[in-house]
T-cell receptor, first 113, second 114 residues
């Protein structure tokens, strides 16, 4: 079966712009989580959606937001981009929330210039 | 506040030898631990996990040990192979009211040399 698909793979944006990243989970998976990976910081949890509801949120400013659609696909949005937002954004899906069986996508590499 | 720590940013091991990757955590509410492997330009891939009710879990060449009193876990890879060269992340989750998230360490880059 198809894995977790993230689009686009690479993105270059200018400071102050906004960006939307997309994640299509594995078929049947209802939970989608987002993580930010930066050098030296590891993977930092952004938020998790389950059945179109945000279940948990990490310690990121309100410029970071997300949503989940009825088909479990998820998008995350970052507004007013800053240079420090340059990172690899990873999406992970699982059947249920809190189950630990997370499968990650290959990520979207965002560069803010 | 780094609740999951991997204090060795890199490790080099000869092919055929044992690789031991270490991870420490501070939050006593964590009760489930996972190891992920990550190649460049790919997402992390799940390797092995362990529940806090166990102290060892084995899967082929990979064994994870958990010492709850020391809040320490380790991943053993025996024998190490060149294809094991990657970044390894330790992750934890638990009944902290935020059970739906993984808390990751900063990773250890393993290089297996010929």
């Amino acid at each position: 079966k198809a894995g977790v698909t993230q689009t686009p793979r690479y993105l270059i944006k200018t400071r102050g712009q906004q960006v939307t990243l997309s994640c299509s989970p594995i078929s049947g998976h209802r939970s989608v989580s987002w993580y930010q990976q930066t050098p030296g910081q590891g993977l930092q949890f952004l938020f998790e959606y389950f059945s179109e509801t945000q279940r948990n949120k990490g310690n990121f400013p309100g410029r970071f937001s997300g949503r989940q659609f009825s088909n479990s696909r998820s998008e995350m949005n970052v507004s007013t981009l800053e240079l420090g937002d340059s990172a690899l954004y990873l999406c992970a899906s699982s059947l249920w929330t809190g189950g630990g069986g997370y499968t990650f996508g290959s990520g979207t590499r965002l560069t803010v210039v | 506040d780094q609740q999951v720590k991997q204090n060795s940013p890199s490790l080099s091991v000869q092919e055929g030898r044992i690789s031991i990757l270490n991870c420490d955590y501070t939050n006593s509410m964590f009760d489930y631990f996972l190891w992920y492997k990550k190649y460049p330009a790919e997402g992390p891939t799940f390797l092995i996990s362990i529940s806090s009710i166990k102290d060892k879990n084995e899967d082929g060449r990979f064994t994870v040990f958990l010492n709850k009193s020391a809040k320490h876990l380790s991943l053993h890879i025996v024998p190490s192979q060149p294809g094991d060269s990657a970044v390894y992340f330790c992750a934890a989750m638990g009944n902290t009211g935020t059970a739906s998230k993984l808390t990751f360490g900063t990773g250890t880059r393993l290089q297996v040399t010929l």
